[in-house]
């Protein structure tokens, strides 16, 4: 069993910061790229920020120049922090790992359960 759990998020102001991070454990065997993604009612999930399995990070287009992310491949954590909010940021945040579990040859994708952020005008 793999788990991702996040924390953070709630309701933030608009202009105001934000943090989340999301833990990766359970029987894993490698973890590969980490990061977040976001779904807006109505629309499709999107890209927030990711690092690599080599490490390199990238940024989604909405959030770039305001948001940073970073990950701890030891104790398996990623974190992000945005700033800058507004409503448009509202969405459901989910924390995703690729990672390969010691029962599995090959690794897959792992999604958290996903966490609630509301940016208030």
């Known amino acids: 069993q793999v788990y991702l759990v996040e924390s953070g998020g709630g309701l933030v102001q608009a202009g105001g910061s934000l943090g989340l991070s999301c833990a990766a454990s359970?029987?894993?065997?490698?973890?590969?790229?980490m990061g977040w993604y976001r779904q807006a009612p109505g629309k499709q999930r999107e890209l927030v920020a990711q690092v690599t399995a080599m490490g390199s990070t990238n940024y989604g287009d909405a959030v770039k120049g305001r948001t940073t992310i970073s990950v701890d491949k030891v104790e398996k954590t990623a974190w992000l922090q945005m700033n800058g909010l507004t409503p448009e940021d509202t969405a459901v945040y989910y924390c995703?790992?690729?990672?390969?579990?010691?029962?599995?040859?090959?690794?897959?994708?792992?999604w958290g359960q996903g966490t609630q952020v509301t940016v208030s005008s």
């Open positions: 359970g029987s894993i065997f490698r973890l590969g790229a």
């Open positions: 995703s790992a690729n990672l390969t579990a010691l029962e599995s040859a090959v690794p897959r994708d792992y």
